[in-house]
């Protein structure tokens, strides 16, 4: 049971990213034939943001009622039906409208998954898993690659998506008594009962409002990092374009190749061992993207350890919620922690933009550096809070 109930998460985890890169791979072929501005992809992705904070903080509540499971497969095919919705949208008004249950249907299985794996599995699950999701966000740019290039279509692309989330969401409706079983189990030995906490119940606990913050300033820094690094490196940094692509790509190998390393040593070394190894290597890269050298290859090298020490820390941080406020009160914090990372990785990277437009693209380290500044003080006086209540 729990060897089987392992693979069909590890393959929604896969799922979970597989959608995540498509609009973004397909979006230049897109938007002339919708006859609308390049800028409206940005439309889009706030409306799905707004869907996935929204689901996240009531995913609580809904996984009290109903269970991990059931809401696991449920959220995944609401994703399944807003992808194949937008495979026969013929407007934009339409895609708006299916990005709302695409939106609604992947933060609370985000949510909803990353709590049960914090319960009921080892660090270094927690830690592949993520892996697993990289892989998913590398293996859809392929699958419209090929859509467009074989058929000149980028609807199949979407729908070859669709049918693969519908197929994993028949094996989830399937599965539902190995989740419970699973989970009755753990419950009975740990006796614990899981609360479906509101949002000011859960800010009263010590220490949420630092790994609130800390989150928010992880993707912050992370989805910043991979927006903005090819035109630092080219604008500010003078390396080619096809250079600067190719490096940039190379932070999101990073951040998969580390995670998968990680879950090697996860175990042995502790999660926030690991969070702390994690923001030194940071702090490395961006001081080698920072120096002022006139050599290319050092903010090169420096965009490779922001990846590497990306990858332990989300996972880690999500996997210590239940140690950090309690078992029973995990899935309600780490819905939260969804939200406040959702709110990051939306907000933050265009917030950089602005200023680029009306200062300079050579504060792209320094902005970077304010939100590793924060996660270390965030997440050491998590820490500090915590061991006392200890």
Sequence with gaps: ????????????????????????????????????????????????????????????????????????????LLTAVALLGFSVSSAFWMLCLWAIPYGL??????????????????????????????????IGPYIMSYSLTMSNSWERGYALVGLLQIILTGLLFLSLPLWRKQAQAKRASQR?????????????????????????????LETTTGLWASSYLVLQRGVTVEAAARWASLFYLGITLGRFLNGFVTDRLGNRKMIRIGLAIIAMGLLAVMLPVPTGLLPLVGLVLIGLGCAPIYPCIIHETPRNFGAENSQAIIGIQMASAYVGSTFMPPLFGLLVNYILIALYPFYLSLFLVLMVVMTERLNRLVTSEI
């Design 192 to 220: 614990e009962t899981p609360k479906a906490l509101k949002i000011h119940e859960a800010l009263r606990i010590k220490g949420v409002k630092q790994v609130l913050v800390a989150f928010f300033g992880y993707c912050a």
């Design 1 to 76: 049971m729990y060897s089987l109930l392992l693979v069909l998460i590890y393959l929604a985890f896969i799922s979970l990213g597989l959608p995540d890169a498509l609009l973004g791979s397909a979006w230049p072929f897109m938007y002339p034939l919708l006859k609308v501005p390049v800028s409206y992809a940005g439309v889009l992705s706030m409306i799905i943001a707004g869907g996935t904070i929204i689901s996240s903080l009531n995913t609580s509540r809904v996984v009290s009622r109903f269970g991990t499971g059931l809401v696991t497969a449920v959220s995944v």
């Design 105 to 138: 249907g992947a933060g609370s299985v985000d949510a909803a998954l990353n709590n049960f794996v914090a319960l009921y599995y080892a660090s270094k699950h927690m830690s592949w898993l993520h892996c697993f999701w990289g892989v998913g966000v590398s």
